[in-house]
Structure formats: structure tokens, C-alpha cells
């Protein structure tokens, strides 16, 4: 097999180790599995074509991310005329009604018990930004100035936005568990 | 701010493994003999350990995998030319090679000249694209991070460490932590200026995995941000650029605020206001009372 060959093979086995981290930022995206399947593989063709540009020092992960993020910037400019991040405006918005679901639900209070379904349906509530940042940084652990390329925006905005994002969601998981009291209040 | 209140502001970054080994050294002694910091910590770092547990919130599904395999695996390498690409590159070649060999020597220099004159007129065309759409160049990453925090500090996302109008209370209080010397001359007092804009205090940004200074100042009501680091870390480019007393300082409008950067004797600064005067007149704004005319004149237009 020829040098350019087996980069090629090199690059789609490395790319493939990444394929649960990038579905998952797909379905942070998208919110939907069959967008997000299409969106991740449109990230490893678009990834597959340009890999030759990537230089050997950089980091495999992190530049797939940026290449999934302006493919799903790319689809929302088109389906919508531009991306609309109107959550972030409504990020003090009422959650009552997922928060009174989550609270009458048996099946739900059961679930409580369990943290980290908690904590995904939290992090799965929040408005767009502050959940795409939650997950690069807590969940796939990329360092601020990573986050900062993968989004285009300096290292500050980083740092702040991340902060509130933490912010809300600490006040989220507050705000489910003192309505599963007053529920389970109620039935006793 | 005292010890506690500084740990506190550091303590996601450290859980964020953000800090520099000096900054750690020193958050941790903290926490070795603070027990209401150490309380503090330990919630913190619960809360980010319970988010960072919830990992991963998705699987890839098998029929997913199995399908991006198959893709990889018949992709054409993007090394690998196609064969009718390579059959007309050889082509192309040989006839060159054909050409070249032909003792025509005034053809081959014509041919040449051409190209060259193609490659000034093509980049003479873009240029003059470029700067039709934007006059000035880039602004610098410096100068969009000091918008970013000065917007920040409008939202009240930054409050200040230090809150102080004396200069070198401020300039005190960044000793030891940022890798530079902060000066803040009062430059009213010494000019004989008099008081236009007040200084309100300082805090630490993140910049570039290391610290920036960042300075409040207030000219009647109006909030204007300075931003200090290293000429080794930022360096001032992009925007309109004019130069008084050997210094360069580049104007630029980003997001709707002016900003102003330069860089003197190793540092780097980078001023933002919502002032509405363009370029070099904003600078007049805060220093036209100033008796030291040789700068008024420098900055005139």
C-alpha cells in the first residue's frame, strides 16, 4: 500500500475511536438521532477529504468537533435561514411543565435515585449553548482554549459562558429536586 | 480581596485544571488551612464529578458504526489522484518536456513573462477586492478578547477583585499575580489634566492559558476597559493604524465599540469604550484637558 494510503487507514481507524464522543455532540446539536446519525456522517466525509491539511501535531478530536459544529452551522443556514439561538435569550424560560412531568412521573421519582439520569435530562434541558459547552468541557474534557477553537470565539467567552452554563444547571437540578419533594409530598 | 475571596474566584479553574503550577501550589496551601474554603471546594468539585459521571450521554449505534466503516474503508484516499487525473497530468507533461526542449528560447521567456504578469494582475485584483470589503485589516485576538470582557463586565458577569480609584493600589494589588508589572500613572495628576474619567478597580481575565489585567475605568457614567498582558503574548495588529510618538496604536470598531491597542516598553494594551468619536479622536476625548500638547498634536488627524 502506497505512504498516502496508509495514512488514509491510519486516519480512519483514529477517526473512528471518536465516533461515540461525536455522536453524542451530534445528538447535543441536533436533539434528534436521525439528524444526528446524518450529521456524523457527514463529519467523517467532510473529515475524510481534508484530513490531508490536518497537521501531525494537532489534536484528531478536537478538529472533528469543529468540523461537525460548521456542518450543522452550514445544514441550520440553510433549513432556517440562519442559526437562531433564541434559547440563549430564553434561558431563564419555564420549565415548570418538564419539571411537573418529572415530578408526577412514578417511573421519574424512581429514576431520581439515579444521578446521572438526573444529570443527562438536566444537561439535555438547557438551552443550546450552555449545553454544547457543558458537554465539550465536562463530558468530553477538552481544555478551554480547545473549546475556544471548536467555536470560534476567544477563550474569555469560554470562561464565561461556562460559567453560566454550570450556573443554570446547578440551579436546574435545584429546582428538580424541590419539585420531586413537593411531589413526594403530596402522595405521602 | 482578601485570600478566600481569590481562592474562590480560582477554584473552578483549578477543577477545570486550567491553572499554572504556581497558581495551584498556592489555591491548594489555601485550602490546607482554610476549612471554610475547603468546604467551598468540596462542593464544587462534587458538582462537577457528578456532571463529569453522567458520561457519556450517547452511544454511537452499532448500525452507525458498521455503516461509517464501510464508508472509510471504500473512500478514495484523498492522496490518491484518479487515474484520468494522472493520465492528463503525464500528458501535460510530456509536452512540456517537448516544448522545453525546442531551442526556443524567446518563446519560453514570453511565456513566462505572461504568467507573471497574470500572477501581479490576479493579486492586484485581489487586494483591491480585499479592501473593498473591509478597510482595515483583522483586528487582532487581543483586541476581540478585550470586547468580549468588557461586554462581560457591562452584564455584571465581571465583578471587580479590587475596587479601588488609586492607581497604585491597583498596580499593588496585580503584584505577583500576573507574570508583569502593571503601572497605572495617574495620568490627570501628572499632566495636570483635569478629572475626566475615574478609575473603579481591576480583576484578573483568562487570556491565552495565563492572566491579562483588566482595569474599570468611567468617563460621566460612561464605562471604559483597559486590558493589559505582555507584548510576548499579544501583540496589537489589525484596524487603522497611526503612530504618535513612536508609538502604533490600532483603531477599530468591533461589535459596536471602540477599540484601541498598542504596545509599549513589553506590554500590550488594549482600550474599549462606547465612545462614538472615530479613531484617534476618542483619545482625545479622555486626555483633551491634558497640558502635555506634543501628545494632543501626535493623535490630531
Known amino acids: ?188 | 480581596m482578601n485570600h478566600c475571596e481569590h481562592t474562590r474566584a480560582q477554584m473552578v479553574f483549578y477543577l477545570d485544571d486550567e491553572l499554572q503550577s504556581d497558581e495551584r501550589h498556592a489555591l491548594e496551601a489555601h485550602l490546607r488551612n482554610c476549612a471554610a474554603c475547603r468546604e467551598r471546594y468540596d462542593q464544587e468539585r462534587q458538582f462537577l464529578e457528578s456532571i463529569r459521571g453522567a458520561r457519556p450521554l450517547h452511544s454511537a449505534p452499532p448500525e452507525l458504526r458498521a455503516r461509517l466503516e464501510n464508508a472509510l474503508s471504500d473512500a478514495p484516499s484523498p492522496h490518491t489522484a484518479p487515474p484520468e487525473l494522472r493520465q492528463r497530468v503525464e500528458r501535460s507533461l510530456w509536452r512540456f518536456n517537448l516544448a522545453a526542449n525546442r531551442p526556443d528560447r524567446l518563446r519560453r521567456l514570453t511565456a513566462r513573462a505572461a504568467m507573471v504578469v497574470m500572477a501581479l494582475l490576479l493579486g492586484l485584483w485581489a487586494w483591491s477586492e480585499y479592501h473593498k470589503l473591509r478597510p482595515y485589516p483583522q483586528p487582532s485576538d487581543f483586541a476581540l478578547m478585550a470586547v468580549d470582557t468588557h461586554q462581560r463586565h457591562l452584564r455584571g458577569q465581571l465583578p471587580l477583585e479590587i475596587a479601588s480609584a488609586a492607581p497604585e493600589q491597583i498596580s499593588k494589588w496585580f503584584i505577583g499575580k500576573v507574570g508583569f508589572r502593571v503601572e497605572l500613572p495617574n495620568y490627570q495628576e501628572l499632566s495636570g489634566q483635569e478629572k475626566l474619567y475615574d478609575l473603579e478597580g481591576g480583576r484578573l481575565v483568562g487570556y491565552r492559558n495565563d492572566y491579562a489585567a483588566y482595569v474599570a475605568y468611567r468617563m460621566q457614567q460612561r464605562p471604559i476597559s483597559l486590558l493589559v498582558t505582555s507584548e510576548q503574548t499579544a501583540r496589537p495588529s489589525g484596524g487603522e493604524e497611526i503612530v504618535s510618538k513612536g508609538i502604533t496604536f490600532h483603531y477599530d470598531s468591533i461589535s459596536g465599540f471602540k477599540v484601541i491597542t498598542w504596545a509599549d516598553r513589553g506590554l500590550t494594551y488594549a482600550l474599549v469604550s462606547d465612545l462614538e468619536e472615530r479613531g484617534q479622536q476618542s483619545c482625545i476625548v479622555c486626555h483633551q484637558g491634558t497640558k502635555d500638547q506634543n501628545f494632543i498634536e501626535g493623535l490630531k488627524p
Open chain 1, 1 to 188: 500500500m502506497s505512504d498516502a494510503g496508509n495514512r488514509h487507514t491510519t486516519f480512519s481507524q483514529a477517526a473512528l475511536l471518536h465516533l461515540d464522543a461525536l455522536y453524542g455532540f451530534a445528538m447535543t446539536l441536533t436533539r434528534d438521532q436521525t439528524e444526528a446519525e446524518d450529521l456524523v456522517q457527514e463529519t467523517y466525509l467532510r473529515a475524510v477529504r481534508a484530513f490531508g491539511r490536518l497537521l501531525p501535531d494537532s489534536n484528531l478530536k478536537g478538529w472533528m468537533f469543529a468540523i461537525m459544529r460548521n456542518a450543522w452551522l452550514n445544514q441550520l443556514r440553510h433549513t432556517r435561514n440562519g442559526p437562531r439561538f433564541v434559547e440563549l435569550d430564553a434561558e431563564d424560560g419555564d420549565h415548570s411543565e418538564w419539571l411537573g412531568h418529572l415530578a408526577n412521573d412514578p417511573h421519574v421519582l424512581y429514576l431520581r435515585k439515579l444521578e446521572h439520569e438526573e444529570i443527562r435530562a438536566a444537561i439535555d434541558n438547557l438551552p443550546h449553548l450552555y449545553r454544547e459547552i457543558i458537554v465539550l468541557r465536562d463530558i468530553e474534557g477538552f481544555s478551554y482554549q480547545q473549546i475556544a477553537g471548536i467555536l470560534g470565539c476567544p477563550a474569555g467567552t469560554v470562561m464565561s459562558r461556562l460559567g453560566r452554563a454550570r450556573e443554570k444547571l446547578r440551579r436546574l437540578l435545584a429546582d428538580w429536586h424541590s419539585a420531586a419533594s413537593t411531589a413526594r409530598t403530596k402522595v405521602v
